[in-house]
């Protein structure tokens, strides 16, 4: 089976155990209570929430086990702790068609020491088929650990976005502590105020001035990047190349198309499958002289494959500064080429940042290369 | 080139339903004529023979027809290997036919000028080389067939359609999938925000509008009319096109995040469950904290315990299905007899209790959900009974080791319990080894049965 056939069928979502089939009268609710809302990026939030309330509610009636859902059934349900269940408060958490990687929860349900959410339930609402499926759950003590451990980030209105991954419990797990966990046992963790949450902290950088001083900073060492000697232009064609030499086969061939690298250039190399993904990355730089203006520096990037192998089409090479995409390169199926190469000028206090995207559409970004004196 | 005869070879459906290859002659003499390196060399890309032919039928050269024809040939193999994929995953536990799916979208009948524009022509005239391999295009497109989407979802397989997509993401959303996923530029992000939220403040409200008359069902491309309205200045054919490409971003990021969570996304099938007859004992690996004296205090107390939770778990389920409109109790109990104590299959069982297929089988017996909540009844009678503590004490470790326990016990093979019972049932499995769920089970199905006749 191809790789595209394979996502269209993750496209799809076949009617499972915690599928649930919304009743008429349950949609209707939905659609008249969310109506006060004005907004309409609030009231299709509600509307949906408010699906999921019944959906949850229509889960939990299908045991045998008594488990009655409280909600209110007069006022729209909100984003936060918005139903109870044998001494649980849950926050009920929609996700829709998108299914986004990140889930927003208010910051209070953590944190308000009276009304905080026992348990997190995460519900993806099918609104057109009118289905809800329980898809995971979060209990408190776990996501106040998360937080702990400086993993949360906290958006601008107040909301932490937990990653999907992160949402460990099943649908069984959850089940097995509304029919026996006492509560109580999950009303540890009060200390949300003690450690600051990392509100998306500065990532580390690499700096590649450095390489012209033949070394490596630690963040390149931990990436994996090994140093080349200095360029020698004048090596040997061999079979079997090294990376350094086939730097100098690429660049010999470059600079015939009129593309000069300076001697005093540095560079390394690293492996990409250290990351998860095939081929092999060149960075080169130098300080550019030459410049009327404040003074520049240069980077010049090379994807390539690994020997004896051969970068996919549809491979991407992308360069950004701090605000925008400065190259987009693809490897295009028709053109032959087996490289993709690039080069980008900043003054000093400017940082690159470096993504790759396989053939198969996984994305990596490499720490950002920045020339620090 | 391998495959070749794709360009001369149509896939279509004969009245009787089944599809066949039909041989365009007058195609193949004269690719034959026309592009005889493509055919001959066995590594001419069909990339490549396929720029060749869009341009003779985009520029209406001679023979343009003969061009659009064998492109629409190559799509009609691509259009019915996507339904065969889709059948081989969900066919038999869906229900889902080949020939139902095909007749949706293989509509090509291979006329040089058609009178009606089938799926093929449609997928031609959309699709931009620069942009995808024709495969890939087409197997997209029929994917977002709406009504092969109206066939899946009857059988239980749903996908969301572009505006669920664009109507489920806001504005937060967006701009992060576009900046982290796909990486736009600021100016793009800026667009696609003001794009969407045009789209939004129409379809939305008119959606709910609808929903409020008490319309259901799939969100449908929107009309003229909407399309005026959410940007009046723009011609709607552009504003379409500008949301279904926006709308296939999106899509793209959720099969990725899809992909990389298998555990929600990706469940294992129930399949395990619907044949616990006979099953291997459990994973002992998982108990290393319950010592081999506390296990035999477990069974004794099971077996005081097991008969009374499952009959009981049982008995609800029954009363609540014989409330319901169309009475299932007895198929129900019908269905565990089947399936638990002959050992029979979910799509045996269909047939036999009135129902279509293995998945409405899996749902109405819903055999995960009978066996968990078995476990969770005997955890708050074993627990008090076996430590004189109260269950409220139990640490959230514990009770999942004791809930791995239960059902370690539950799945270990017994046979003492079901010799007395063997001519009762007239079981197929009876004189095999029997795991103490089923055997417990059985001996409680049993009267219900008898009472039912």
Known sequence: ???????????????????????????????????????????????????????????????????????????????????????????????????????????????????????????????????????????????????????????????????????????????LYLHCLNPEKLETGHSENSVPARCLCPQPTLNVRDWLRDQLDTVAQRFHWTLLPPLALSHQLMSVQTPAEELETLLRDLEQQGMTIPETARGAYQELHHQGLPGRLYALTWKVFDSHYSPEWSLFLCLGPRPGESLAPGTEL????????????????????AYLYTQVIGSFNEQFTVSIISSEGTPLTLPPFTFHT | ?????????????????????????????????????????????????????????????????????????????????????????????????????????????????PVYRPLSLEILESYDPDRSALSTWTRQLTHNHPGLNCVLLDKGIYRASDWAILNDTNAEQLERVLRNYHLCSDHEITQALSLLEQYQQVYRRDRLLQRRLGQQGRCQTPSEEQLQQMNPTVSSGVVLKQLKHLASQLREYRVHVRSGNPRLYQPRDEQELETLVGQQPGDWGTMEDESERFLQVYRQALKDTLAGAIAQVLKTNLDKLRRRQNRRDCA????????????????????????????????????????????HLLIAKLYQRLTQEALNYIPIERLHAIDKTLETLLTELVDDMMAESAAQTQSAKSCQQISRFNAALCHAICPLRQGFE
């Open chain 1, 318 to 337: 992308i360069v950004q500064d701090e605000t925008s995409v400065l190259v987009r390169q693809g490897l295009n199926e028709d053109s032959g080429e």
């Open chain 2, 332 to 375: 129900y109990l019908e269905g565990l007899h089947l399936s638990q104590c002959q050992g029979l299959s979910m799509t045996e069982i269909a047939p036999k209790i009135g129902l279509t297929s293995q998945v409405q089988v899996t749902r109405l017996l819903n055999l995960k959900r009978l066996r968990l909540e078995v476990r």
């Open chain 2, 1 to 113: 080139m391998d495959n070749a005869f794709y360009y001369w070879q149509l896939m279509r459906l004969r009245s009787s339903g089944q599809s066949q290859i039909q041989v365009k002659l007058e195609v193949q003499t004269w690719l034959q004529e026309r592009f005889p390196t493509a055919l001959l060399d066995p590594d001419y890309p069909d990339s490549q023979l396929q720029r060749q032919l869009c341009n003779c039928w985009r520029n209406q050269k001679q023979d343009a027809d003969l061009a659009q024809l064998s492109l629409r040939c190559f799509i009609s193999h691509q259009i019915h290997q996507s339904c065969l994929n889709l059948v081989q995953r969900y066919g038999d536990r869906y229900g889902l036919s080949l020939q139902e799916l095909l007749t949706v979208v293989l509509d090509d009948e291979g006329r040089r000028s």
């Open chain 1, 1 to 175: 089976m191809t790789y595209s056939s394979q996502c269209q069928l993750l496209d799809l979502d076949p009617d499972q155990g915690t599928t649930v089939h919304l009743t008429t009268g349950a949609v209707n609710w939905a659609v008249e209570v969310c109506q006060e809302h004005i907004d309409t990026d609030h009231q299709w939030f509600c509307f949906l929430r408010a699906m999921a309330i019944r959906g949850l509610q229509q889960w939990l009636d299908q045991g045998a086990e008594a488990l009655p859902l409280d909600y209110s059934r007069e006022t729209p349900p909100n984003p936060g702790v918005n139903c109870q269940v044998n001494g649980f408060r849950l926050c009920l958490v929609v996700q829709g068609s998108l299914s986004d990687g990140l889930i927003s929860i208010p910051r209070y349900t953590l944190k308000d020491p009276l009304n905080f959410a026992h348990l997190y339930v995460l519900a993806e609402v099918q609104e057109e088929a009118d289905q809800v499926k329980i898809l995971a759950g979060l209990r408190r003590d776990r996501l106040v650990s998360l937080k702990e451990s400086g993993n949360l980030a906290l958006s601008r209105k107040g909301h932490y976005h937990v990653p999907l991954e992160d949402w460990d419990l099943s649908p069984e797990d959850l089940l």
